[in-house]
């Protein structure tokens, strides 16, 4: 089993930038792929960015292309850490962010194709 914790969210005014970092600890991941998606109120939970285990692979929603960037570090021994840099945020950003992984490498955007998933952080950009 994949337990990924997510940090990182919070309040920011539009323009600002956030970085969000989530830690997979657990099973080895190796091969595994990575991914964002976040939850607006009311709102289906939608595809946000993608990375592949080797980091030569990254996709984003039409969305926040050009302004988040997506990152990992499979250094470290027993724990793997994905990261979002979310910049230019705007109001329609607002949304609980979440990391998952999937048991594949291959590039994926369904939600249901992700195996574990965090607990979600909350993003807010003010106007």
């Known amino acids: 089993q994949v337990q990924l914790v997510e940090s990182g969210g919070g309040l920011v005014q539009a323009g600002g930038s956030l970085r969000l970092s989530c830690a997979a600890s657990?099973?080895?991941?190796?091969?595994?792929?990575m991914a964002w998606f976040r939850q607006a109120p009311g709102k289906e939970r939608e595809f946000v960015a993608f990375i592949n285990w080797s980091s030569s692979s990254t996709y984003y929603a039409d969305s926040v292309k050009g302004r988040f960037t997506i990152s990992r570090d499979n250094n470290k021994n027993t724990v793997n850490t994905v990261s979002l840099q979310m910049n230019s945020l705007k109001p329609e950003d607002t949304a609980v962010y979440y990391c998952?992984?999937?048991?594949?490498?291959?590039?994926?955007?369904?939600?249901?194709?992700?195996?574990?998933w965090g607990q979600g952080t909350q993003v807010t950009v003010s106007s």
């Open positions: 657990g099973r080895t991941i190796s091969s595994s792929a």
């Open positions: 998952a992984v999937r048991r594949t490498n291959v590039l994926g955007i369904k939600d249901s194709s992700y195996d574990n």
